[in-house]
Every structure is written in structure tokens, then in C-alpha cells.
Nanobody, 124 residues
Framework: QVQLVESGGGLVQAGGSLRLSCAAS?????MGWFRQAPGKEREFVAA????????YYADSVKGRFTISRDNAKSTMYLQMNSLKPEDTAVYYCAGARSGIIGYGLRTPQNFGSWGQGTQVTVSS
């Protein structure tokens, strides 16, 4: 099973930026970022295909967040700009099961590997 370790979370003011990183040990396929705020279900944020050629975003972050990956470094990133207080959550990186593509990368159940999560707090 792939081991995933997130980093880069923290406290930032509204309008600010953060970049999250997810280091993977082992082979990965499609990957994604999900987040969970207190009292809410885990929700999809962004996903990227195994090659990095295809990316997918939740409507709430489209135009503000950018997902990318560097397969040579076995690392995935989430650049978050124009942050809002409603972006406050624990962010998790996840590795999809083999063969999961397209819309399937938006569904948490299609991901078999998860990081421990990193807290992002956006103050108003």
C-alpha cells in the first residue's frame, strides 16, 4: 500500500495563499485532495490523472486552486490562492485505486491510500 504524507498546512488570512505537498512512497495512479471541516462530511477538492495530463476541481475551488504532480519526485501539490474562511478544513491527499479515471476520481470510495491530513485555517 502506498504511504502518503502531507505537509504545508497552516494559518493564513483570507485572500492569502498556501501550497500543500503530498509525498508518496510506492507506485501511484490517479491522486486527489479531499477536505473535511468540523461537523461536515469529507468532500472532494481536486484530482489529477496518473500522468498529470488531466485535472478535476470542485466548483467551490475552481479558478483559485491548482493541483499538480511531479512524478520524478513522487510528490503531488495543491496551490491554494485567494483563500476564504470557508476553505478551513483538514486536507487529505489520497491515492486512487488502479484503473480509476475521470469522474471516478471525485469519489472518496475509489481511493485506497490516505495521508494523515494537514490543517488549513483561514482567518477572516
Amino acid at each position: 500500500q502506498v504511504q502518503l504524507v502531507e505537509s504545508g498546512g497552516g494559518l493564513v488570512q483570507a485572500g492569502g495563499s498556501l501550497r500543500l505537498s503530498c509525498a508518496a512512497s510506492g507506485r501511484t495512479f490517479g491522486m486527489g485532495w479531499f477536505r473535511q471541516a468540523p461537523g461536515k462530511e469529507r468532500e472532494f477538492v481536486a484530482a489529477i490523472s496518473s500522468s498529470g495530463g488531466m485535472t478535476y476541481y470542485a466548483d467551490s475551488v475552481k479558478g483559485r486552486f491548482t493541483i499538480s504532480r511531479d512524478n520524478a519526485k513522487s510528490t503531488m501539490y495543491l496551490q491554494m490562492n485567494s483563500l476564504k474562511p470557508e476553505d478551513t478544513a483538514v486536507y487529505y491527499c489520497a491515492g486512487a485505486r488502479s484503473g480509476i479515471i475521470g469522474y471516478g476520481l471525485r469519489t472518496p470510495q475509489n481511493f485506497g491510500s490516505w495521508g494523515q491530513g494537514t490543517q488549513v485555517t483561514v482567518s477572516s
